[in-house]
């Protein structure tokens, strides 16, 4: 069985809680999915209290899960190309213009925690930078962004992760500037014409039958209050499932079952 869960943004104990309800962890936090997968699709920091321990805890659970025939795995989120982007680059300015912008803005704009740039680790550093920004698993696209924009690095999955592999491994402030922005882009899906064809174009290009992303609330695609989200949303013609139930919004952990899917 695949499991995905997205947008964790600090929130430790939800996601903990989250996990036991569906069977993947105990009481100890000990792994007892089995021979399950679960995925994060990016997301662990900023805009609640402990982004830092979401992250130690995925690393634990990634080794748990390992030594008993099961896997967890995650793609990058946009917010921690800003975390680590911040940890680079700080308040150094874009470009030569005299702009204005720069991580450390960015950063304090989106909920960045201090208390995460204190205690990120350099294992940690390089366990997240080494993330692939996009994955293909089981008949599934699993991206963060629900965003084309990703095709705008290259037109094949492995060209889009080496693509990014490159810029988070380099000191180009542009890039990485850049990386964010892409990351950050939203709503591709959502047209009722275009958001379907769209989806088709991303399937056909990367792989996989159906996306599965984070990134946007499942409460701003329904015009619902997170408070009242109780499962992830299927839209463009069920090609595309948002499972982002909204925690730092008051809105679920949602730790989504993906099923198997039919290879007609």
Known sequence: MHFAVSDVHGHRTELTAALRAAGLVDEELAWTGGDSTLWFLGDFFDRGPDGVGVVEFV??????AAKEGGAVRAVLGNHEVLAL?????????????????????????????????????????EWLSALPALAVDAGRLLMHADSVEYLDYA?????????????????????????WVRLTARYSFAGADTGVQLARTMLRTLGGRQIVHGHTLVGDLTDTPSVLVEEPLLYADGLVLDVDGGIYDGGPCLVVPLPEQSTD
């Open 155 to 179: 037109d094949s999955l492995g060209g889009v992760n080496s693509a990014v592999a490159g810029v988070l491994g380099g000191d180009d402030l542009e890039g990485w500037w850049d990386c």
């Open 85 to 125: 982007g911040m940890r680079k680059f700080g308040d150094r300015k874009l470009g030569s213009s005299g702009r204005s912008r720069s991580f450390a803005q960015s950063w304090l704009i989106n909920g960045g925690q201090q208390s995460d740039q204190d205690r990120l680790t350099d294992e940690q550093v």
């Open 59 to 64: 690393m634990w659970l990634q080794r748990g």
